[in-house]
């Protein structure tokens, strides 16, 4: 008779997923920033409008900073070039902005060119860092203007900033504000942070996700944030989230709950895209938060956290009408993979969790880009 064994055995290891989590978290720590091509890249844009041919929020600023930021910058131009007859041309400046009026001219339709000039000018005579401060405290209640696009183009220009200061980035910069500012609109719910005590998990657990009859099918994601009104309880759930300790520690902490949530809900192409943005507007508000004051960052952290919780509430309906996909590995090298991949919302989503995985060598990071692989197709095969 055998005896039994007192000492527990090691588990069956899988030596072809361990390879490829080592390699994929190797090519992550070694990844630098390359802006060599992010000023050229940027003069290409410089007259280009916030919106696409097709109605849609243009990405590309966000995405030729994202590829420099991850060490890929030498393909955005190529990228840019493909993407080219999607982009559409600024209108012409209609009136100077009253500085001393700005409230009532936020989202007035038409004023994007006037609203870029505004920016231009304000960030020829102060400092950029006082500018993104002043205007981020103004505009973050509507962080999730046009699904975050404003304030995600505004994040991606300030972090190019912090590189090197040079007039293409300052334009950037006063394109991206002008985005945010002239797209304006809050979620439909009027929601405050109320000195809580749950921690983001606990409370994200709390949200009740909308009813199948009123959830949102495929399509723009503000129609799902127009269905939150009917969403039960959100406000009150969403105010519970306790905001206090580190800044930096929580907002590495919301970035690993969004990533949880993008694991659990991002099923098809299409849910990809959606729960790219929690991701995505999280690694934006922290980048954000290392500019503004404190006060501000909590603002930043709460409506980061309002935002991926809007889309868990908003699209849990659509998500689990599919079922979940099979664990995947993460390519080798992830940033590269992004860039030839060549998908907007792939190389933002790249970018973003190879910056958190540097930070705190979190594996969920990993495994989310692994996942978006797997799960997105490479726009020519779409």
């Known amino acids: 008779m055998t005896a039994a064994l007192d000492c527990p055995q090691p588990q069956a290891r899988s030596w072809h997923a361990d390879r490829a989590l080592s390699q994929a978290a190797g090519s992550a720590l070694k990844t630098r920033p390359d802006y060599r091509q992010h000023d050229s890249a940027l003069a290409q844009l410089d007259r280009i409008s916030p919106a696409l041919t097709n109605g849609y929020y243009n990405h590309a600023p966000m995405v030729v900073e994202a590829l420099s930021a991850m060490g890929q910058g030498r393909e955005a131009l190529a990228w840019l070039e493909r993407e080219a007859d999607s982009f559409t041309p600024v209108d012409a400046e209609t009136s100077p902005l009253n500085p001393d009026n700005w409230r009532a001219l936020i989202a007035a339709p038409g004023r994007y060119a006037d609203w870029r000039a505004y920016f231009q000018n304000a960030l020829e005579t102060d400092p950029w860092r006082e500018v993104v401060a002043i205007w981020v405290n103004r505009l973050v209640f509507g962080f999730s203007s046009s699904a975050a696009h404003g304030l995600l183009q505004t ?206 060598h979190n594996p969920v990071f990993l495994d989310v880009i692994a996942q978006a692989f797997a799960v997105l197709p490479a726009p020519n095969t779409h």
């Open 155 to 360: 994040a991606h220009a300030a972090r190019a900033l912090q590189s090197d200061a040079t007039p293409q980035r300052l334009r950037a910069l006063a394109n991206a504000l002008a985005g945010w500012a002239s797209r304006y609109s809050p979620l439909p719910v009027d929601v405050l942070p109320n000195q809580g005590v749950l921690d983001f998990q606990a409370a994200l657990n709390a949200i009740t996700p909308l009813s199948a009859d009123k959830a949102p099918g495929e399509g723009a994601i503000t129609a799902g944030y127009a269905q939150l009104v009917h969403a039960p309880g959100f406000a009150e759930d969403v105010s519970l989230v306790d905001l206090s300790g580190d800044l930096d520690a929580r907002f590495d902490a919301l970035m690993a709950v969004m990533a949880s949530v993008f694991l659990s809900l991002a099923r098809t192409p299409y849910t990809v895209i959606v729960f790219t943005h929690a991701v995505t507007g999280t690694a934006a508000a922290r980048t954000l938060s290392q500019i503004v004051p404190d006060a501000v960052g909590r603002q930043l952290l709460f409506r980061a956290f309002e935002h991926g919780a809007a889309l868990k509430a908003a699209f849990t309906p659509l998500a689990l009408q599919s079922e979940a996909p099979r664990k995947a590995l993460p390519p080798g090298d992830p940033a590269r993979r992004a860039a030839q991949h060549g998908d907007d919302h792939m190389i933002k989503l790249t970018e973003a969790v190879l910056d958190a995985y540097k930070r705190t």
